[in-house]
């Protein structure tokens, strides 16, 4: 044997005997961006915002943040539905990625199959908040009122389709009310909306609604889960307070294009408990009304096909239609 043809069998046996990479170890070596299909500012921005700079501490690379705003959250949507499964495209999305598709009739994408679930990171806890000058100061009266003056209360949204919209439906249906819905671009300018009086009323997620409330610019009326927020104890619940069984709950994580290997997946979702585990990231997110709230990837993959049946049910007994 030639020392040539020696050389070339002793390479390839340790070829043979290296083990392959396994994807996710090295992962990432390069910038990673990350779709916030909503304006600068909602809870989805500040939540993505706070958990991808500690990510990015820990791994060592950077997480670009890509605010691509409207349709509530579809738009931005797009671009990471048809991205490469290789873990460089992430998008923070809330419940509204589900209700959108009983919302919009040819989204160009499948809000189930065309998405990996990443992990949950938060809850976002609503609120139904009018302006001040609104006659009203419970949820009873509230409805009263709108049953006195039908299609008079117009009430701010962050678009159709959006988990607040979806929220209000549900209340408008249950409680048997007429007010109109005027749809905005995002969290932010609807809670401007209503601080400024330009609508009456909006359903809110709490982060967009914490420093109107503190000033008073805007008057709670009830929180949209089962039990007191414990960032407002003397708020009541919706149901408690006028319309018994009502509750909602929406959430924010993290999405994928379908096919990213687990590895990556699974990588991406410890870094996300190590974040939302630290006290300081905990404590930041809490002062905007949200809730940490980790889940990793198999079971925030079967919640989203629970709740996209569920939604579903919502949407018809709301009454939206599809646009």
């Known amino acids: 044997m030639?020392?040539?043809?020696?050389?070339?069998?002793?390479?390839?046996?340790?070829?043979?005997?290296?083990?392959?990479?396994?994807p996710?170890?090295?992962?990432p070596t390069k910038p990673v961006r990350v779709v916030i299909p909503w304006p600068a500012g909602g809870s989805n921005d500040i939540v993505g915002r706070i958990v991808f700079d500690r990510v990015s501490q820990a791994l060592g690379e950077r997480?670009?943040?890509?605010?691509?705003?409207?349709?509530?959250?579809?738009?931005?949507?797009?671009?990471?539905?048809?991205?490469p499964p290789d873990g460089y495209t992430l998008?923070?999305?809330?419940?509204?990625?589900?209700?959108?598709?009983y919302v919009y009739k040819d989204l160009p994408f499948d809000v189930i199959k065309d998405f990996a679930g990443v992990g949950m990171l938060a809850s976002q806890p609503g609120m139904l908040v009018v302006h001040p000058s609104l006659p009203a100061s419970t949820v009873k009266e509230f409805i009263a009122l709108a049953k006195r003056r039908p299609g008079e209360i117009l009430y701010s949204s962050?678009?159709?389709?959006?988990?607040?919209?979806?929220?209000?439906?549900?209340?408008i249906s249950m409680a048997g009310i007429k007010i109109v819905h005027v749809p905005y671009k995002g969290g932010p300018p609807s809670v401007a909306a209503a601080t400024s009086g330009e609508t009456q009323a909006t359903m809110a997620t709490v982060g967009t609604v914490v420093s109107q409330l503190k000033a008073k610019r805007l008057r709670p009326l009830g929180a949209t889960t089962l039990q007191r927020l414990r960032q407002f104890p003397d708020?009541?619940?919706?149901?408690?307070?006028?319309?018994?069984?009502?509750?909602?709950?929406p959430w924010i994580g993290i999405f994928a294009p379908?096919?990213?290997?687990?590895?990556?997946?699974?990588?991406?979702?410890a870094e996300f408990k190590k974040a939302l585990g630290i006290p300081e990231v905990a404590k930041v997110l809490s002062a905007q009304g949200l809730d940490p709230r980790y889940m990793p990837s198999g079971e925030f993959t079967a919640l989203l096909r629970k709740e996209y049946e569920e939604y579903g049910?919502?949407?018809k007994v709301a009454g939206l239609r599809v646009e």
Not at 3 to 18: D, G, M, P, Q
Not at 91 to 101: C, E, F, K, R, W
């Open 2 to 22: 030639t020392t040539l043809l020696r050389c070339s069998v002793i390479v390839f046996a340790v070829l043979l005997l290296t083990p392959a990479p396994v």
């Open 24 to 27: 996710g170890q090295a992962y």
């Open 63 to 83: 997480f670009v943040i890509d605010n691509r705003p409207g349709a509530a959250g579809s738009i931005g949507t797009v671009p990471v539905a048809k991205a």
């Open 91 to 101: 998008m923070v999305q809330s419940t509204t990625h589900l209700v959108n598709a």
């Open 158 to 171: 962050p678009g159709n389709g959006s988990a607040p919209h979806l929220s209000m439906a549900l209340f």
């Open 235 to 249: 708020v009541p619940t919706i149901s408690e307070s006028g319309l018994p069984g009502y509750e909602r709950s």
């Open 258 to 269: 379908a096919g990213v290997p687990k590895p990556i997946l699974d990588k991406l979702s």
């Open 313 to 315: 049910r919502i949407a």
